[in-house]
């Protein structure tokens, strides 16, 4: 069995909810990097000049009416049917791909990904991948994609209907169903792409691994790094991860000394192995009779005698022909 590096893994769930103050039309603007109509709030939501949009697509059961595969039209509609003042918008799950897979790599993992969302809760889902920002100072390997889901799924009719009750009742397990399903996808793209790299939706507790989880660090502190501004949640997460580094390379080096250990085990229980089998030959040969010696002697000397007159003939032979 190969030796596997773990990777780093993200996958966080939040909502959009109208009680903190925020527009599904906006949101869906900032992530597409769209001009789009807020009908709600009656002004454009105009994020063009944003750069770094690598990929988007709107993904939704067969059945959906036409209108509702338009960014635009489905956010405006969610917006109309939210009536509430703290209604629930949207769900969001925010990923990042390995940084071994290329663009069209990522954009077949992401096209997996939302089709078994749209399979299990038959809702209408957004998605963009997002380049790193690294004229800003983001990591150039942060490749990531926000997934807007709807909160309610579609109907026979095609049209949007009934609040899917999967998170709200059993929440935590359904979050933990899609981590443990990217987690899956990662791995699968990464053995394809022949990396050693893997990763695990666990936390570090429940892999029994002796690292520190980091803090959210979320839009603001994000936005801050870019400029080049530290916070106490940045610099200590910048502490924790120096810190778990240290100890990933010292476990590294740790497996690697009991990989040698084992190997030159393996080794001396060989030439021990071999040993044994000479040992038991001598033996072999010690018990038999002297008859049995002068028989073999014999046939070891007639099967040399019989190999130099063949060896004469072929010799003869070539001398004739030239």
């Known amino acids: ?17 109208r009680s903190d103050g925020r527009s599904a039309v906006a949101c869906a603007a900032y992530r597409s990097g769209e001009k789009l109509k807020d009908e709600r709030y009656g002004k454009e939501q105009d994020y063009t000049k944003k750069t770094g949009i690598e990929f988007k ?48 790599q990522r954009e077949k993992m992401l096209n997996e990904l939302c089709g078994k969302i749209v399979e ?19 990591d150039d390997r942060n490749y990531h994609a926000h997934i807007m889901l709807t909160t309610r799924s579609i109907n026979q009719q095609g049209d949007l ?42 936390s570090y507790k429940e892999q029994g691994l002796d690292l520190e989880a980091t803090q959210h660090e979320g839009s ?54 071999l040993d044994q089998e000479q040992r038991q030959k001598e033996k072999d040969q010690e018990q038999r009779s002297p008859e049995e010696l002068t028989k073999i002697a014999y046939s070891v000397i007639s099967q040399y005698n019989d190999a130099i007159a063949t ?5 003869a032979s070539s001398i004739q022909k030239k």
């Open 1 to 17: 069995m190969g030796l596997y590096i773990v990777a780093i893994f993200h996958f966080s769930v939040k909502n959009i909810s």
């Open 57 to 104: 697509n709107i993904y939704a059961p067969e059945n959906t009416k036409k209108e509702l595969l338009d960014r635009e039209t489905l956010w405006n509609t969610v917006e109309t049917i939210e009536t509430r003042k703290n209604s629930q918008l949207s769900r969001e799950f925010e990923v990042a791909f390995p940084c071994e897979l290329n663009q069209e």
């Open 120 to 138: 299990r809760h038959k809702v209408v889902v957004d998605a963009v991948i997002h380049a790193p920002h690294t004229a800003g100072g983001s």
């Open 161 to 202: 209907d009934k609040k899917t009750r999967e998170f709200n009742d059993n929440g935590k397990q359904e979050v933990e169903h899609w981590r443990q399903q990217f987690a899956e996808l990662c791995n699968q793209f990464l053995e394809q792409v022949g990396s050693h790299e893997r990763v695990d939706h666990r």
């Open 220 to 273: 603001t502190i994000t936005q801050l790094r870019r400029q080049g501004k530290d916070t106490e949640i940045s610099l200590s997460n910048d502490a924790i991860k120096a810190r778990n580094t240290e100890r990933q390379l010292i476990k590294g080096l740790e497996q690697e000394i009991l990989a040698t250990e084992r190997l030159v085990h393996d080794l001396e229980q060989t030439r021990e192995n």
């Open 311 to 315: 060896e004469a003939k072929n010799i």
